[in-house]
């Protein structure tokens, strides 16, 4: 009798562990801290801005020149996105699980791992005579 809830219980402990070392993978990669998926830089402007009393040159030049004369010259700010095989993960306590193709394959390994220990410790069924 005790054998037969043994074999019983096999299942069991692999769904179990296959559930818990797929949260386990979760809580290590933690996407709740969002991603970074872009970066930014300045890229230096090579114009000059105007120089001297900045309320004289505005009056000389007019508001709309002098925006368009201050905006030549400040440095461009750009931002850009970085595709999904570079993304992180803010909040991983290891680094190597802050990649979500990382994750997401050892997520993938755990589930075909389970499936197949399901498969070969699961009771056999007998035909009935």
């Known amino acids: 009798m005790e054998d037969a809830i043994q074999k019983g219980s096999g299942p069991r402990w692999v769904v ?3 559930f818990t070392l797929s949260i386990l993978v979760l809580l290590l990669h933690f996407p709740f801290d969002g991603y970074v998926s872009e970066y930014s830089y300045t890229v230096p402007s090579f114009t000059a801005c105007p120089q001297g009393d900045l309320k004289q040159r505005l009056r000389e030049l007019g508001a709309e020149e002098f925006n368009k004369a201050i905006q030549a010259c400040s440095d461009d700010y750009v931002t850009k996105e970085f595709p999904i095989s570079d993304w992180r ?29 399901y498969f070969s410790v699961r009771p ?6």
Do not use: C, E, Q
């Open 16 to 18: 179990l562990t296959t």
């Open 89 to 117: 993960s803010n909040g991983a306590p290891i680094y190597w699980f802050a990649s979500p193709i990382h994750a997401l394959a050892s997520i993938l390994a755990i589930w075909v791992i389970g499936l197949v220990w």
């Open 124 to 129: 056999k069924r007998t035909a009935a005579k």
